[in-house]
Each structure stands twice: as C-alpha cells, then as structure tokens.
C-alpha cells in the first residue's frame, strides 16, 4: 500500500510559480510511475504530466491551453517525492492538483484509471 501527499497548492497571480510535491510512505513508489492530473470546478479531471518510475521519461498533455512548456515534472527516489514545477501560470491552471503513482504501460500513462495509489489533491488558484 502507498499512501500519496500533496502539497505546495495555493494562491498565485498569473505569471507566477509554484511548485508541488507529492510525498509517498513507502519505499515501493520508486518502483512505480507516477502521474499528475487536474480538476477544474465542472470539469472532468485531466492529465497534465508523467514520469517514469526512474525518471528518464517524462510526458506532458498537449492539448490546448495544456501545460507543456510551462510545467517540469521530476522526482528524487531518494526522498520518495515527485515535483510538479509550474510557471507561467494562467488563472485557466485553476484546480484541484492530484498525484497518482501505479506500474504503468507506457501508452496508458494519460489515462487515471490506470493509477493504483492516489492523493487527497492540492488546490491550486491562479487571480487574473
């Protein structure tokens, strides 16, 4: 069992950073992919980033208005943490952040229900 933590949410003005953390309780979310999704209020949740269980492969959406470009995710498998780092932020970045971690194929890594271990989400408010 993994038990996943966010934190680092809050309120920023467009154009500003922030950087998100997702903490695990167990050694075994090294061995695991990890996934950061988003909820808007009304809208479904939707990928954002992703990254291999060593950190050699990293993929970002690509839809628009995504946040490819202005978001890096990385991970430090010494700490058990995954980091969301975002710039640029735009008030349209608004929602719940929530990390998932799981044995992912690579071709499901967009997809939450291929995630085994979940946060509690962290809310991210960006004023115009």
């Known amino acids: 069992q993994v038990q996943l933590v966010e934190s680092g949410g809050g309120l920023v003005q467009a154009g500003g950073s922030l950087r998100l953390s997702c903490a695990a309780s167990?050694?075994?979310?090294?061995?695991?992919?990890v996934g950061w999704f988003r909820q808007a209020p009304g809208k479904e949740r939707e990928f954002a980033a992703s990254?291999?269980?060593?950190?050699?492969?990293?993929?970002?959406?690509d839809y628009a208005d995504s946040v490819k470009g202005r978001f890096t995710i990385s991970r430090d498998n010494a700490k058990n943490t995954v980091y969301l780092q975002m710039n640029s932020l735009k008030p349209e970045d608004t929602a719940v952040y929530y990390c998932?971690?799981?044995?992912?194929?690579?071709?499901?890594?967009?997809?939450?229900?291929?995630?085994?271990?979940w946060g509690q989400g962290t809310q991210v408010t960006v004023s115009s």
């Open positions: 167990a050694r075994t979310f090294t061995r695991y992919s």
């Open positions: 998932a971690a799981g044995a992912i194929a690579t071709m499901d890594r967009t997809r939450g229900r291929s995630y085994e271990y």
């Open positions: 990254i291999s269980w060593g950190g050699g492969i990293t993929y970002y959406a």
